[in-house]
Structure formats: structure tokens, C-alpha cells
């Protein structure tokens, strides 16, 4: 049930209206975009929602369970607002959205019709469909700790203790030239043992990608000179001269954890439960099944 203002309940009561639909946008990064399908520019709570941004949603659909509500917007991929680049690097992706129903002759009548985030984006040719999941799809998310070998802690967290901006465990170094689609050397990482930053996080602190985060995948040396892998392609080229922060990475098995960041004491993971192995065991004539420890 929503609670409508005065002003715009005598307005829908007049019979004629001058409704218009506009969403607002926050990405992850703290920026926000407003779009409406309305012809002229809107203001309201500090954002302006654009007319000329390609965006169009779908008809909002709602169940009185609690299953995930979705509402489909459609944009055109040349909006300067909206860029295939930006979806591609991730940055609409989980992006809070307020749809809201406006009086564009007044927009201090206007009534929030939901909340959601993006969910899955579908790319085309020409356009993008991106799908607006309702609140209730935080519910079908898996909560709680994970009972297993491994820590469930990321590192750095409260849980694990570990101050990753200790000098230790984080470095400082510029591109040296592309590698690979993925690797590229690197410069001012020569005091690190090779494989320190796998795992580890590089944060680009210049150039195209800057305020970037990538999971490194591996970190070698050759001939003297370190070559750090990323998970993932980037989307935005690395160019020479590039400059980044990194910090170093954990495969979370107790061993790493003792040896490298001297941590057990606040290990997280579970390193004595039985494996498969144990599971998967039958009963055989050498003995080994009278309870005793294995």
C-alpha cells in the first residue's frame, strides 16, 4: 500500500494527470544518474533525470509472495550516459535503483513506487536490457559461514585481523609494458618473493582504469622483472607509465596463513574436518575400522 501525498492525490482525482515515470540510478562507485521517459528535463533531491537518455522500462510486475519481482529498462548502447565500456567494466552491475511515479508539472508530487537493484544485463548490437530485481532478491542469498577446509575470512577484514597496508603486504610499482591480454610487467616490485601478490588485489591508481579493483591470478618474475597475470581482461586498455597499488594475496589454507602472515590464531577455516576421502572409504581387511584415530 503506498501513501500518497495530498497534492498528488487530488491530483489523480482530477482525472486528467500529467504523470511521468523516472528512475534513479547509484551505481556502487557513489555515482548517480536520473532518466525519465518524460520529454523535458526533472529535478528533485539534488539529481536531474535526463528525457534524451534512450531510457524505456518494461511494465512493473508484482507478486504478493516472495518471489523476485524484476522490471526490464532498455537503453540504447550510444547514450554519453549510459556506455557498452561501463557495463562491460562491471559498473552498473548491483546498482541501487528508485523507480518513481512524478507529476512532471510538479514534482513535488510523486510517490516511490519501488526499490530494486540491476540485475542481469543483456547486450545487443545496438541496445542493452537491463533487469531491475526487486528488494526480495536479497533473500535468496546465501548468508552465514561456510563449514570448510579453507578460511572464509577475506583478508583484512575484522575477522582476519591482518593489516594489509602494512608494508609486508602491499607495494607500489608502474606498467612497464603489456604482456599479455591479461599480464603486463611491472616496475617497483623487486623486493617481493615471486607469487606474493597471487591472489592479491591491484588497485590502479592512474590512467584509464584508475579507481579499479582486479584480483591478480599470478605473479612471476622473468629475467628480474615482475609480471603480474589479472584475472580478467581488461576492459579499459593499460598503457605504459600506468601506476597502481597492490597488496598481497592469500590462498586461505592454514599453512599460508601461519607462514606468511603469522594468523592461525584467528584462521578461520575448518583444516581438520574429513575429506572426501574419508567419506568415501569402505570397510577392507587391514583393519582401521575399530574407531581408533585415523
Not at 532518466?35 to 523535458?40: G, K, P
Not at 607500489?172 to 623487486?190: C, E, H, K, P, Q
Request: hydrophobic share 40%; aromatic share 8%.
Amino acid at each position: 500500500m503506498k501513501l500518497l501525498t495530498s497534492g498528488l492525490q487530488a491530483h489523480l482525482d482530477e482525472g486528467t494527470t500529467t504523470l511521468a515515470w523516472v528512475w534513479r540510478i547509484t551505481r556502487t562507485d557513489g555515482v548517480t544518474f536520473g532518466f525519465t521517459d518524460h520529454d523535458q528535463t526533472l529535478s528533485f533531491d539534488g539529481t536531474e533525470f535526463e528525457p534524451d537518455s534512450g531510457l524505456t522500462a518494461s511494465e512493473v510486475r508484482s507478486s504478493s509472495d516472495l518471489a523476485v519481482d524484476a522490471q526490464d529498462a532498455e537503453g540504447v548502447l550510444t547514450s554519453d550516459r549510459i556506455t557498452e565500456t561501463d557495463i562491460l567494466d562491471g559498473r552498473w552491475d548491483n546498482a541501487a535503483v528508485e523507480v518513481w511515479r512524478v507529476n512532471w508539472a510538479d514534482t513535488s508530487q510523486r510517490v516511490l513506487m519501488r526499490r530494486g537493484a540491476i540485475g542481469q544485463i543483456r547486450r545487443g548490437r545496438l541496445a542493452f536490457v537491463a533487469e531491475i530485481r526487486s528488494l526480495a532478491h536479497v533473500l535468496g542469498q546465501t548468508v552465514g559461514r561456510t563449514f570448510q577446509g579453507s578460511c572464509d575470512a577475506a583478508l583484512g577484514d575484522t575477522r582476519c585481523g591482518v593489516n594489509v597496508e602494512a608494508p609486508p603486504f602491499k607495494g607500489t610499482g608502474a606498467v612497464i609494458d603489456m604482456f599479455r591480454d591479461r599480464a603486463f610487467t611491472a616496475s617497483g616490485l623487486g623486493t617481493f618473493a615471486a607469487g606474493w601478490f597471487t591472489f592479491g588485489l591491484v588497485e590502479w591508481t592512474s590512467g584509464a582504469n584508475a579507481g579499479r579493483r582486479v584480483e591478480v591470478l599470478s605473479h612471476d618474475f622473468v629475467d628480474g622483472v615482475a609480471i603480474l597475470t589479472q584475472l580478467e581482461a581488461p576492459v579499459r586498455p593499460i598503457m605504459a607509465t600506468d601506476t597502481f597499488t597492490i597488496r598481497a594475496g592469500c590462498d586461505k589454507r592454514i599453512g599460508t596463513c601461519g607462514a606468511k602472515f603469522a594468523n592461525v590464531a584467528n584462521f578461520r577455516g575448518f583444516p581438520h574436518i574429513p575429506g572426501q576421502d574419508t567419506i568415501l572409504r569402505y570397510a577392507a581387511p587391514d583393519g582401521g575400522h575399530e574407531g581408533s584415530v585415523l
